[in-house]
């Protein structure tokens, strides 16, 4: 009987006190969040240090040193007969542009009145050696210049560019055969001229690979196309093919043992490393189809076959989320079977495949591993392609491809480039998930 | 022969539109559907009633062949309408649904326009020759379904936009503008509140005019507020069919006369 009474008299208890069991609970979940909190906040600023990593280093890719000179094409020099005949003008090579280029230098120097002691051949050293082929090109699109003045803008030597960008200085080139003190001596008097100058380099963007000799004219605009001429490719095969597949799987396909294994081996090929689709596109595109090396149609193949999976799994997910009361709508007014699933389900869906392709475009759109196997890494420095079929034909490069070429090579210019085509391609990356995020947003229906 | 006699006896009366002799269902190795046999008649409402999971609209799926979506359902027997059997080799189910509507549980309208929603059925039957036939087979459908006054001025607004019991109108207008001649309802007013459940069974009654209409129902109110026959599932036997108000007075067997007094279900 005092038992009794005492229990009730211990369980009393006021609502205005925490409890003990109530404090130590509060604690746990107070806890919990906060570890929350430093997951997300250590994320993020892993996520700011990358990007800031990314845009320090990439920009200075799109700013570019050109100098300005007036060059003077010597009609003797390019053009001995005097009658303009264009098979003529070729005859001459690159190296017949560089006394004009030398003697555009020395003029511009004896204007500006800087002094130097350098021979003419060696002021030279301070343009890009595409400089050389920039005024042939004018030379022989514009013949009837020859024997003018022409004003040209020339990219600067990397050397210099890499002066004007604070990559090099004067106690680092002590070894370095392209460039001397006097040069970038040279280059500080014409800076103060304003004849050199550093401005954005479109080029960057719409330009092609350049040898190791020339990084300043390297740019990512060829594989670019490489890299658009692959993606049409995947979505052109990737998308109807896995959408019909998944239709099948998912509305037709009798639920048995070997739909089961089908569908555990398209979750396993998801799964299944890049590379091994690379080999597998090597063995069978090219050692036995007998398709081209190197080119966007046999890289869009290889890529569609690793984006199949992604597209199947995420249209099936789309497709089940789909309620069946609207199936069922749909067959009780007598629609058939392919009816209630293009005039109801596949329009429900369409927005959650729609997503699902265009992320497995991004992921495809930055697979570099299996490109290495069929040719498409290496310097393919080709001109933009002329129609869709040399397009799909021709040797080309991905802009992933690109970047590992430029970030495998010695020179510190292509490696400020490699930064630089990172930006374009999270560019592009970002702006696909976007487009996917505001079409889900956007086309979404609740039940 | 014996099913012969049985429907002489009833024609009488009222014609007979379904006729089911020896019907057994099966998911898998599960009995659900044990020896119905049931004469459905033409121009009446007919109530399946019965605790739940005792078949009935296991059984009123049978009817229009909605059982052929789920694998692993088998259904043994013989279902007529019209005196063919729905479960002959030759029949396709689509073409048995256009004359066997259906009502379902939840209202299930399309994520269209209440214009389309009543319109689709019509365009892929090709009932329609022009706009103007289409117009005027959505207007009678909207009409019979009791929601024509509501929606008329907003025929292009989505379907699903309407309360629950539109939205159940709606689906019965839709189910009617394809010109069935049976239409099937399994627990139509489930999910909806009293009043549209007074309006949804308004509506039934005048249905009953042009349709043999067939409505599973938890309630046995509803049963012996709608219907003029009823039927009593009971653990996958059809346990007593007869008139209503005969089921509900008289019952002859004890578990019915349990069910509707309260005892089981």
Excluded at chain 1, 173 to 186: E, T, V, Y
Excluded at chain 2, 117 to 122: F, K, L
Aim: aromatic content about 6%.
């Amino acid at each position: 009987m005092t038992d009794a009474i005492q229990k009730t008299e211990k369980k009393k208890s006021s609502l205005l006190q925490l409890d003990a069991r109530t404090r130590t609970r509060n604690a746990a979940e107070t806890r919990f969040k906060a570890y929350g909190m430093i997951a997300i906040a250590f994320g993020l600023l892993m996520l700011s240090i990358l990007v800031f990593n990314i845009v320090t280093r990439g920009a200075g890719a799109y700013q570019q040193t050109f100098v300005a000179l007036e060059v003077e094409l010597l009609a003797g020099k390019l053009d001995e007969k005097g009658d303009r005949n264009l098979d003529d003008i070729k005859k001459v090579s690159t190296f017949g542009y560089t006394p004009l280029l030398s003697n555009a230098l020395e003029a511009k120097v004896a204007e500006l009145e800087i002094e130097t002691d350098l021979k003419a051949k060696k002021m030279v050293g301070i343009l890009s050696k595409s400089a050389a082929a920039q005024v042939r090109d004018y030379a022989l699109n514009n013949p009837n210049q020859i024997g003018e003045t022409v004003g040209f803008e020339f990219l600067a030597s990397s050397r210099v560019d890499g002066y004007l960008k604070g990559r090099v200085s004067r106690d680092s080139i002590g070894n370095d055969k392209n460039i001397s003190p006097a040069q970038l001596d040279l280059a500080d008097a014409l800076k103060a001229e304003g004849s050199l100058a550093k401005r954005f380099n479109m080029s960057f963007i719409t330009g092609s690979d350049a040898s190791d000799a020339r990084p300043e004219a390297a740019g990512m605009g060829t594989s670019m196309i490489g890299s658009f001429f692959m993606m049409l490719v995947v979505l052109v095969l990737a998308l109807p093919i896995g959408v019909a597949a998944s239709i099948y799987l998912e509305e037709f396909a009798p639920k048995n043992w070997i739909t089961d294994i089908i569908e555990v081996n398209i979750s396993n090929l998801a799964a299944v490393p890049s590379i091994v689709f690379g080999i597998l596109g090597l063995a069978v595109f090219i050692n036995y189809m007998y398709l081209p090396n190197s080119a966007p149609l046999v890289g869009g193949l290889v890529l569609t076959l690793m984006t199949l999976p992604t597209i199947i799994i995420s249209t099936r997910a789309s497709l089940k989320a789909v309620p069946p009361s609207i199936r069922d709508a749909a067959l009780g007014v007598g629609a058939s079977k392919m009816q209630s699933v293009f005039h109801h389900v596949l329009p429900l869906a369409a927005p959650g495949i729609l997503t699902g392709t265009i992320i497995g475009l991004a992921q495809a759109l930055g697979e570099t591993a299996p490109l290495l196997l069929i040719g498409m890494v290496g310097f393919i420095a080709s001109n933009p392609p002329d129609s869709i079929a040399t397009g799909l034909l021709s040797p080309n490069s991905a802009m992933p491809a690109q970047i590992y070429e430029w970030a495998k090579r010695a020179d510190p210019a292509f490696y400020e480039r490699a930064w630089g085509g990172i930006i374009i391609l999270l560019v592009f990356l970002v702006t696909m998930n976007t487009v996917a995020v505001i079409l889900r947003r956007r086309f979404e229906r609740r039940w | 022969m014996n099913d012969k006699n049985i429907m002489e006896s009833h024609m009488g009366t009222t014609a007979i539109k379904i006729s089911a002799r020896d019907v057994q269902v099966y998911y898998g190795d599960n009995h659900a559907i044990k020896d119905v046999s049931i004469d459905i008649e033409d121009k009446t409402v007919t109530a399946f009633i019965g605790p739940s999971g005792c078949g009935k609209s296991t059984f009123l799926r049978c009817l229009n062949r909605m059982n052929d979506t789920i694998d692993i359902c088998n259904v043994t027997g013989s279902i007529r309408i019209d005196d063919e059997d729905i479960y002959d080799r030759r029949v396709d189910p689509v073409q048995l649904r256009a004359k066997v509507g259906m009502v379902f549980q939840k209202p299930n309208p399309f994520p269209k326009s209440i214009y389309d929603n009543v319109a689709y059925g019509p365009r892929i039957h090709g009932l329609a020759q022009n706009k103007a036939d289409l117009d005027e087979i959505v207007e009678r459908a909207l009409r019979r379904g009791a929601i024509w006054n509501e929606v008329k001025d907003r025929l292009q607004s989505p379907g699903t936009g309407l309360s629950g019991g539109q939205q159940q109108r709606l689906c019965i207008a839709r189910a009617v503008a394809t010109e069935p001649e049976v239409l099937l309802m399994d627990e139509p007013c489930s999910a909806l509140d009293p009043i549209a459940t007074a309006q949804v069974e308004e509506l039934i009654d005048e249905l009953r005019q042009s349709f043999s209409v067939v409505i599973v129902t938890h309630s046995m109110q509803q049963a012996a507020r709608v219907s003029q026959k009823t039927a009593f599932f009971h653990l996958g036997n059809m346990v007593e069919y007869g008139e209503t108000g005969q089921i509900f007075t008289t019952p002859q067997d004890p578990r019915t006369e349990s069910y509707i007094t309260g005892r089981i279900g």
